[in-house]
């Protein structure tokens, strides 16, 4: 029996190894919001990433055709910088399978937690509407009316994704371990339609989950983006730029 590189190691949870994987057809609905600075400020304060800009997006993703593991995604992903390296660091990050969610937390340091997706296709009128919830709870809702098209977008940079990843310490209070981890699958995407429109961005709270404090002050715009997306040997690995515990 082979031994996995993660629990149980006798059948382990993650496919191991996890990469390489593709994703046929993904579908993100997205959102570019502006926010208020100081919300942004006070979310990363305990991190070592320094802001860059009150935009942010918000988006939710059909990953149900990757052959590894089918999963829907939503986050909320903002400009930072750490050192002299810009890239995006998650805010929040749900999805609705655990395997997805112990390999991004477990391989790269993404702050995946559990919530219920869905992400409709385009109806007659033009609408696209993706959700997300929690504990009951609606979280995050994303609608966008491509029947109103808008000019493309301007997104802020955020790739690389910059990762905090923590472990606790398992003798007590306390972290064992912090990293700062690199990842960019972007120059494999193969983008294969896009649109752009009117588009309207609703966030709500739980205690332990605080997305309404990021309930946009503006919308700039949103679509939806289709490709094929791809996780490859070269770029679908983690890079460890930093050991800070």
Wanted: hydrophobic share 35%.
């Amino acid at each position: 029996m082979n031994r996995g590189n993660n629990m149980p190691v006798q059948a382990p949870l993650i496919p191991d190894p996890f990469v390489p994987y593709e994703c046929m057809n993904n579908r993100t609905l997205f959102a570019l919001c502006q926010g208020d600075r100081t919300i942004i400020e006070r979310f990363l304060e305990p991190t070592p990433f320094e802001y860059v800009d009150n935009q942010f997006v918000v988006s939710i993703s059909d990953f149900r055709n990757c052959n590894k593991v089918p999963y829907m995604d939503c986050a909320i992903v903002i400009p930072v910088k750490y050192k002299d390296q810009l890239g995006g660091y998650y805010l929040f990050e749900y999805e609705d399978h655990d395997a997805a969610i112990a390999a991004g937390r477990d391989l790269w340091g993404y702050p995946k937690k559990f919530a219920t997706i869905q992400l409709s296709k385009e109806n007659d009128q033009g609408m696209i509407r993706g959700t997300a919830s929690r504990e009951g709870q609606v979280i995050m809702e994303i609608e966008c009316d491509c029947s109103q098209p808008s000019e493309q977008l301007s997104l802020p940079q955020i790739t690389p994704h910059l990762n905090l990843q923590v472990f606790p310490r398992p003798d007590g209070p306390g972290i064992e371990s912090m990293r700062v981890i690199s990842r960019d699958t972007s120059p494999d995407f193969k983008k294969k339609s896009e649109k752009f429109g009117k588009t309207k961005v609703t966030l709500q709270g739980l205690s332990t989950d605080p997305l309404n404090l990021l309930q946009p002050s503006y919308v700039i715009g949103g679509g939806i983006t289709v490709g094929d997306f791809y996780a490859t040997d070269e770029n679908g690995w983690g890079k460890i730029l930093d050991t800070l515990i």
